[in-house]
């Protein structure tokens, strides 16, 4: 599968609601950071002004909800400097990490941001052990996703 766009995490702000709301994974060579995806950010109602409360609305009057449709699952990658290196060692870490998601983002259910985090270990790891340890974290996180 792709590793599509719309998969990336890029707004800082996606970033810090994995680390402030989200849990932690060790796998050793880099950290797992995962957490539900925020809510999208909701425009004002323009036809009501600012300062204003919204009428009350009775349930009967209230439009049916549409179904959620869930994003598919998100990923940021963190290599800095001070963990992992200088910069070609930096991007390949970065590489590597996204790979294990592409191979396998299908062990992790829609609707959910994952963060990874390098550490000066990873690229002295075989790429199958990065891969394996990314597996099990998954199977230990989300039990539930396909296999």
């Known amino acids: 599968m792709r ?8 707004r800082q702000l996606d970033f810090q609601h994995v680390r402030t ?15 539900r995806q925020s809510p999208p950010e909701t ?3 323009p036809a009501v002004p600012l300062g204003q409360v919204h009428p009350p609305v009775d349930a009967a009057q209230e439009p049916p909800k ?3 449709k869930l994003l598919p699952a998100r990923l940021g990658v963190v290599a800095s400097r001070s963990a992992v290196g200088n910069a070609p060692q930096r991007a390949r870490a970065k590489r590597r990490l996204r790979e294990v998601f592409r191979a396998h983002q299908m062990r992790v259910p829609a609707g959910y941001d994952l963060l990874l985090v390098a550490r000066s270990s990873l690229n002295r790891l075989e790429y199958c052990e990065v891969e394996r340890r990314f597996v099990d974290a998954c199977r230990k996180i989300f039990p539930s996703a396909a296999s």
Request: aromatic share 14%.
């Open 3 to 10: 590793f599509r766009a719309e998969q990336h995490l890029r």
């Open 21 to 35: 709301h989200g849990r932690r994974s060790d796998c050793g060579a880099f950290m797992l950071w995962y957490a």
């Open 43 to 45: 425009k004002a109602n």
């Open 66 to 68: 549409a179904s959620v």
